[in-house]
């Protein structure tokens, strides 16, 4: 028989529970005069804080699992600017969303994991967005331009399973749209990642393994490139536009086993280079695509906008290979690859091995 006892034990847990559940779903709105980082002190785990349209000089450093949401109240998304403490917005909890806010010479500091931050316009002279020894975080649709020396968009440091996505990111003299320093088995898709600088580069990867990065518009500077490879391995780099560049679309140094096709190299005033590395510069197997009107299935390499050689059997792949310092494309596309509609042999079968939060 069970003792009355504990079942009033049990009803009071039950209470308590609900209790604190109810508590720690509060919403709090902070307006023009009032303190964001005070509502973060106030704020239980789960609260959303909601703040309006102003102007805010704070560094804000947020230690708890909350949603910071900016609101347009009127007069645009809230203001941010530093108060000269730290320069950064800083999450050092996981689980945090941070989203809809204007930043000017603040940066945003990550140093937790399964983070979101989107939808944020961000104006630094430093770093705009930084990730250290961070996992599983989502980073989409924001804007970011920085404006001092080696300044970067996005930098990722020591980073893994991360996805950055349909941000528009564009870095300071000499730095980075996007860089990855020993950062391993990230997405990044979708994105406008320039720098043009004189040796500005859209992306670079530095000591990073296995990424995947696909359908996003890359340009650097006049000594620069679209993207850039050095001691990274066997990364999968597909549907890009590496464009108008002053001097080369990508550039790879000691590197080995990155797949690179799908991709347009247009308008740039020098081939790829490659240097101490080996790449393999078409499809890992024959795709089923359409082209022209015609079904095939082939082999696809890149589109080279510099490429005269000739398509003879109609199938929207070049007949001779296109040579480059340190490389070839065996199979070049005759057209930009937009008109090959793929239908097989294009699997995206890393988004379902990380576990980064929904958006």
Request: aromatic content about 10%; charged content about 20%; overall charge negative.
């Amino acid at each position: 028989m069970h003792h009355p006892i504990t079942f009033a034990l049990l009803g009071v847990l039950a209470v308590i529970l609900y209790l604190f559940g109810l508590a720690g779903a509060a919403n709090i709105t902070v307006g023009p005069g009032e303190n964001i980082q005070a509502a973060i002190r106030e704020a239980l785990p789960g609260d959303v804080i909601e703040v309006m349209s102003g102007t805010y000089n704070e560094d804000l450093v947020i230690d708890k699992r909350l949603t910071l949401r900016g609101v347009d109240s009127g007069e645009g998304k809230p203001l941010l600017l530093s108060d000269g403490s730290y320069g950064a917005i800083t999450l050092i909890e996981d689980g945090i969303t941070f989203e809809g806010f204007r930043l000017t010479d603040l940066g945003i500091d990550v140093i937790s994991d399964g983070n979101i931050i989107r939808e944020n316009v961000i104006r630094n002279s430093g770093f705009g967005i930084c990730l250290t020894r961070s996992k599983e975080n989502n980073i989409s649709q924001n804007h970011v331009e920085c404006s001092g020396f080696m300044g970067t968009a996005v930098f990722f440091n020591i980073c893994e399973n991360n996805i950055l996505k349909d941000n528009c990111l564009r870095g300071g003299w000499g730095g980075n749209g996007i860089h990855l320093l020993e950062s391993d088995n990230n997405v990044i898709v979708g994105n406008v990642a320039q720098d043009r600088s004189w040796l500005g580069r859209g992306i670079y990867l530095d000591s990073s393994n296995c990424n995947f990065v696909k359908g996003n518009t890359a340009t650097g500077g006049p000594e620069g490139c679209s993207i850039a490879l050095f001691r990274s391995n066997k990364n999968k780099i597909v549907q890009n536009n590496l464009t108008d560049n002053a001097d080369s679309g990508l550039k790879i140094y000691h590197s080995s086993g990155n797949l690179i096709y799908l991709n347009n190299f247009d308008e740039n005033k020098n081939d790829p280079f490659s240097r101490n590395s080996t790449s393999f510069w078409h499809s890992p197997e024959p795709i089923v695509y359409r082209y022209g009107g015609n079904n095939f299935t082939a082999y696809l390499g890149n589109f080279w906008s510099v490429y005269s050689g000739h398509d003879a059997e109609g199938d929207g792949i070049g007949d001779s290979p296109h040579r480059f310092e340190g490389g070839e494309d065996r199979f070049p596309l005759i057209g930009r690859c937009e008109n090959y509609s793929c239908t097989g042999g294009e699997p995206d079968e890393i988004f379902g091995s990380i576990g980064v939060p929904a958006v």
